[in-house]
């Protein structure tokens, strides 16, 4: 029964660390909200695959989901 505990508890532990490493790999994916854009009130959800700069003004290309 000790044994049992004692590997509980290793096997516990390295979840933990796992799952710590995990949700900081997620918080540096991180979305990026985009608060002015030209077409006002449209909603697009999907990946940003390039960003640009033409000047003063910025560019995303957005790959859509397909929803």
Known sequence: ?????AIWIL????LNIWQ??????????RPIVVYK???AGAEI???VVEKGRHGKLYTL??????V
């Open 37 to 39: 854009a030209d077409n």
């Open 61 to 66: 290309t957005i790959r859509d989901y397909g």
């Open 11 to 14: 096997l516990s532990a390295g």
């Open 45 to 47: 959800f999907g990946k």
């Open 1 to 5: 029964m000790k044994r049992f505990i």
């Open 20 to 29: 710590s490493i995990y949700i900081k790999k997620l918080e540096e994916k």
